[in-house]
């Protein structure tokens, strides 16, 4: 799948702000500003509308875009898969898992197959353990560090939380 495709996949073809459908009404954004910036986790489908709004300071902010965009690589690339990587991101090693929760990982170049675990029957690989690249650890760091203040020095510290546990409780 190109990068055009997994962008287009991920909204659906659609304005990932408005929602509006079509192909030939919709560009990608570069979030970041940098036309020569084409990275997955730097564009952004938009509508013309949207795009425009966005850089004649018409009401969309920057801050909505980059939420947004935050939303869609969750969904693209799952919780599972996310906290695959935090976990792997942590401890150095990596995480054991059945490949098919995670090869979309491997296909965008966040993690790599390291090794087969363990099989069933004619399945040679019902588990394998995966390992986050560097492209993968750029992408957390950039998109899903959280800020904490660290209760001795007052210092702020980033630390990459698995997604849902930071979540507020509700109450019933």
Known sequence: MTLHDLLFVETDDSCAICGIRGVGVLTEHHIDGNPSNSTYDNLIVLCHNCHHAHHKAKGLTEQRI??????????????????????????????????????????????????????????????????????GKSLLSKWFAQRKECPRSGAAAREAEPLGRSLPSQSR
Not at 67 to 88: E, F, S
Not at 124 to 129: G, K
């Open 66 to 135: 980059v939420d947004r965009k935050r939303h869609l690589i969750q969904k693209t690339l799952t919780t599972y898969g996310l906290n695959a990587m935090k976990i792997a991101s942590r401890n150095g090693f990596g995480v054991v898992a059945m490949p098919f929760l995670l090869y979309h990982l491997v296909d965008t170049g966040y993690m790599t197959k390291e090794e087969e675990q363990m099989g069933y029957g004619d399945q040679e690989d019902a588990t394998a353990r995966f390992a986050i690249t560097e492209r």
